[in-house]
């Protein structure tokens, strides 16, 4: 689990719980689906907790805590059946799906009438579903590319990669140096990638959009729906899809833009982990809230029962925290917070 905030002095005496903007009750690793729900993309969804979320044209596909696969939505293809096993990454495509198993192997499924679920050995770390082609980065940093390549898309120039996305008839690749390059279809400039610096990227139809070094975003291709104009703000994960995309700011809020015919764009508060965006409908898998530590849905379901829990779980151990040198148990209680003012803070205005 990732450790929040820092410790010592610092990080324990001034704790701030992150107020988690949702419905009460809301657990982490619960999907969220909001746009179009004409081939059941929104509800009823799965249950989970999951970790990952990924989507295609008209379904979408995540991976569950324990690493199992779960898909819904529109069938055609066979891309609702998913493989048995465990799973570290998947993505959606036009009617097929592709992952990486916990062994590093690939695994396709759905529509094959392009070679798209015939999917090269290798171990790989990334893996990223076109329209009709994928791409994966294996762990020697090569780039392969497979399925479809009527514009010379899964031809993957060579070089050392960390990253790729597959958009229809195009490729986008992330160099380990953090640059990109495009290749194949390109009418509307969606090859024509940007200088600078890159952490992530994603392509859909004719348009891509990254997250540069500096947590801004960049996006070029088409623009007749706004899709290449992106909001201001810092942001650490996208999700790219058709003509419109879903971005997670640093502050694990989710923003739209781009085509919005059914409401693709206008995403639930909330603080979420992962986002993904299948067609005209898009998800986010919440996260944990910290605040609601001890998992209340009583009225008020925030008290200092949550404050105790927070400290017990994510700080114990920390001698500035334990302040009263307590070895009951729980051994950080609200006598610790007092303690800490007074020992630490005695004097301050």
């Not at 990109?180 to 952490?199: K, Q």
Request: charged content about 15%; glycine content about 16%.
């Amino acid at each position: 689990m990732r450790q929040p905030y820092g410790l010592g002095p610092a990080g324990c005496g001034i704790v701030v719980l992150s107020m988690c903007v949702g419905r009460v009750g809301a657990q982490p690793g619960e999907l969220v689906g909001w746009g179009s729900n004409a081939f059941g993309q929104v509800a009823p969804l799965p249950q989970g907790p999951f970790r990952a979320i990924s989507g295609g044209r008209r379904h979408s596909i995540g991976i569950r805590a324990d690493g199992s696969l779960a898909a819904w939505g529109e069938g055609k293809g066979g891309v609702l059946f998913v493989p048995t096993g465990t799973f570290i990454a998947v993505d959606g495509g036009l009617k097929w799906n592709v992952g990486i198993r916990s062994d590093g192997t690939l695994a396709a499924w759905g529509d094959n009438t392009y070679g798209q679920s015939d999917v090269p050995p290798g171990m790989f770390i990334k893996v990223s579903a076109g329209a009709t082609h994928g791409l994966a980065v294996r762990t020697d940093g090569a780039l392969l590319g497979w399925g479809s390549n009527s514009n010379g898309e899964a031809v993957a120039p060579p070089g050392s990669y960390i990253d790729a996305t597959a958009g229809r008839g195009f490729s986008i690749a992330l160099r380990d140096d953090g640059t990109l390059i495009g290749w194949g279809y390109n009418p509307s400039g969606e090859t024509n990638v940007p200088s600078g610096v890159f952490v992530a990227v994603g392509a859909g139809i004719n348009f891509a959009a990254g997250i540069r070094s500096d947590g801004t975003l960049a996006a070029w291709g088409a623009n007749n729906y706004g899709q290449a104009s992106p909001p201001g703000g810092t942001y650490r994960a996208i999700a790219v899809e058709s003509q419109f995309a879903v971005a997670l700011t640093t502050d694990d809020r989710v923003v739209g833009w781009g085509f919005n015919l059914a409401g693709q764009t206008n995403p639930p508060p909330g603080r979420f982990d992962s986002i993904g965006a299948a067609g005209y409908a898009a998800h986010a898998i919440r996260k944990e809230c910290y605040a609601n530590c001890d998992g209340s849905a009583a009225s008020p379901h925030l008290t200092v029962n949550d404050f105790i829990c927070f400290m017990n779980r994510y700080v114990a151990g920390d001698p500035y925290c334990n302040c009263d040198g307590s070895t009951a148990q729980p051994s950080l209680n609200i006598n610790d917070f007092i303690c800490y003012i007074n020992v630490f803070s005695a004097g301050c205005s």
